[in-house]
């Protein structure tokens, strides 16, 4: 199985900030005490924190697919708070595939690596 990596990318709404904050921080402890697979996950704000940048790597397909069933309705809820964009790389799973089939996620599959 192959490690995953995740960007996502957002722009906040005008009042979105402080519930993402809040979001963020139940996301953070659903990652520290369910996830198994999940290797990072990190949040940046730019200066005036109008936007973040989240850094994701999970062991394989199979935990990235745990990560999204603990999340459940919260991702929603993120979502509404800005604007996102995200990008996976890897060589994710059939299933993984289906899951993100016409979602807003583009794949990315590795070609030069060292």
Do not use: W
Not at 1 to 19: P, T, V, W, Y
Not at 50 to 78: K, M, N, P, T
């Amino acid at each position: 199985m192959s490690e995953l990596q995740g960007i996502a990318r957002c722009k906040f709404h005008a009042d979105g900030l402080e519930e993402f904050k809040r979001l963020a921080a139940q996301a953070m402890e659903i990652v520290r005490n369910k996830d198994t697979g999940t290797l990072q996950f990190e949040i940046s704000f730019n200066d005036d924190q109008s936007e973040c940048i989240v850094l994701e790597r999970y062991r394989d397909s199979q935990a990235l697919i745990e990560h999204a069933e603990h999340f459940g309705d919260l991702s929603e809820a993120i979502i509404r708070t800005g604007s996102f964009a995200g990008e996976l790389i890897g060589e994710p799973s059939a299933e993984l595939k289906t899951m993100l089939a016409g979602g807003p996620i583009r794949l990315f599959t590795p070609y030069l690596s060292r």
